[in-house]
């Protein structure tokens, strides 16, 4: 025995069950998303994998990223946690790395305070610097430190008792109170 099946008699079947599931969604009422009471009096925001361009007069002069960060609501400051920094010169070419434990962005400025194990490469003469803390400052055009630091260069290692300052170029660049030669750590570092 055959079965045929007219689709004149399926057509409205199929709208009335369309038509049934169209009403039955309409009268749910959906809740609004309710943001915890501990959520709302919170003053900050955390962002993973943070990532800042800085322009001097509309020319990119640096990049900053961070791991993790907090943007804070009533500041223009935000706290960066594993900052990695390049910075670039008018040409766009590579003109310093800069990494530390932390930093402050202040973003409307676009300053960079660098905090813990700080370490600064400037690629144009192979230097690395070493210090605590770090300020770069492209309103000045101006990278220094007021802390402690240790200049690498062509396999010397010099201390600097009150730190360094430098244009963002690096052609100008004085240490501070250097001491000479210190012994190299073991490894070549």
Do not use: K
Request: charged share 20%.
């Amino acid at each position: 025995m055959q079965v045929q099946t007219s689709t004149r008699a399926l057509v409205p079947c199929l709208a009335a069950v369309a038509v049934a599931a169209v009403a039955a969604g309409c009268a749910e009422e959906s809740a609004a998303p309710v943001v915890q009471e501990a959520m709302a009096d919170v003053d900050h925001i955390v962002m993973e994998q943070m990532e800042t361009v800085i322009t001097l007069e509309g020319v990119r002069n640096g990049v900053v990223i961070s791991d993790s960060s907090y943007v804070y609501e009533d500041s223009s400051t935000a706290q960066l946690f594993g900052v990695q920094m390049t910075q670039y010169n008018e040409q766009g070419l590579e003109t310093a790395r800069l990494t530390s434990e932390r930093g402050w962005l202040n973003e409307r400025t676009d300053e960079l305070t660098a905090v813990g194990t700080v370490v600064l490469i400037i690629p144009a003469d192979g230097r690395r610097i070493e210090t605590p803390e770090l300020h770069y400052d492209p309103v000045r055009a101006e990278i220094s430190s007021d802390s402690s630091t240790i200049q690498v260069l062509g396999g010397a290692r010099t201390r600097a008792t009150c730190g360094f300052r430098a244009d963002l170029d690096f052609a100008n660049f004085d240490l501070c109170g250097p001491v000479g030669d210190i012994p190299s750590r073991p490894g070549g570092g």
